[in-house]
């Protein structure tokens, strides 16, 4: 059998009012973009908790893109202001235990910027796919399986 | 200066306080938490080089009267978790009366003797040995001869390591973690009513010592303690398989540090890091 070619899983994490809507221009201007990223819609940046990353990788996903309103522009005021600190620490945590920036992305992407969004997203998904497969998570999480079994 | 026994028979009587916190030898003349309720019980009260134990934990999992006074005994690294405390609205400042102890490094295990080999890892690159908040001050400081730091040289090389390395060597360290969760009752910060670990709709962490659940367990404790985390090392101290959880909250101090010059508990009015922002903040690493 023909080796599969790899097509990484990158799961997107973007605010509402300016990246969906972004991503959502991008579509209706039919600008190409690669299929691997699955959006998931959240309030506001803030609104992401970090266990969301987590959770992801840990649902086999190769990559991670978190996406938001520009600073000043966010819906909420300062939504993404609390969220930029957070993160700040966040991919310091990551990098430290090994998940490091090729596998963890974040971006600024407006409703307006349609275009910026697909620069972005193809981006993300080129770097991943050049990484290859998350191998290290999924092997601690088939450990978990097979713990399960016996 | 005033003897800690002194001090603490003296609010006893006064009833300034309803009860203090401290240190007390058991009958093996092992240093363990202990409070005193009277006057008598005033007399049990030590302090010495074994007092480990960061107090600041109980100011949160006892009943402190709403209008009362609690009186503590506390080194400078508890003092810094009860200010920390106080930052984040979780006790008043007026609900405590801090008896800072001048401290000369703790030792690890009850039998050991105090000196440099054994002098506990938090005390090695302590800066501020002498209270900073306190309403009382007692004991001496006898000058010590700083161990090295080895954390420091650890981290260092994790730092050089490879990402792939760098995983590696957690994935064997969480590997161990049998999910007792003593980190969690044991540090002061971890005051949660209910912990997300706890939550099972929807579950974010898988509850079984597993390996992929112990990452993420791991993780976002050490998480929920950027910009958080006073360093009092008691996580690795109760943790019972020794994982080095301090390397942990050390780099996200070490982060608060870089980044935003900011140390969590040195002043009560101060706001914290994580609950505030600032609009000229780092993003080199946003596209």
Known sequence: ?150 | MPDLIEIAKGLLESKEVSFIIGYTKDRFGRVKPYIAKSVEDANNLMFDHHSIHNLAVYLTRLKIPENGRVGIVAKSCDIKAIIALIQENQIKREQVYIIGMNCSGVVTHSTDEWKKENIQIKCKYCADKAPMLYDAVAGTAEPFEQPDDTQEVLMQKLETMSSAERWDFWAKEFEKCIKCYACRQVCPMCYCEQCLAEKNQPQWITTSPTPAGNFSWNIIKAFHMAGRCVGCHECERACPMGIPLTLLTRKMGMVAGKEFNYRHGMAIDQPTLVGSYNFNDNEDFIK
């Open chain 1, 1 to 150: 059998m023909a080796e599969e070619k790899f097509e990484p899983k990158v799961v997107a994490f973007v605010c509402n009012w300016c990246t969906y809507t972004g991503a959502d221009l991008a579509g209706t201007s039919r600008l190409k973009q690669e299929p691997n990223a699955r959006l998931i819609r959240v309030p506001c940046t803030g609104r992401i908790d970090p266990v969301f990353v987590i959770k992801a990788f840990e649902s086999g996903a190769d990559g991670v893109l978190i996406s938001g309103c520009h600073p000043g522009d966010c819906h909420y005021n300062t939504g993404n202001f609390h969220a930029r600190r957070r993160w700040t620490f966040f991919k310091e945590l990551l990098n430290f235990v090994g998940i490091d920036s090729t596998r963890l992305h974040f971006s600024w992407v407006s409703a307006s910027e349609g275009k910026k969004w697909v620069d972005v997203v193809n981006g993300v998904i080129d770097t991943v796919r050049e990484q290859g497969p998350f191998l290290k998570y999924k092997e601690i999480k088939e450990h978990d399986f097979q713990e399960i079994e016996n």
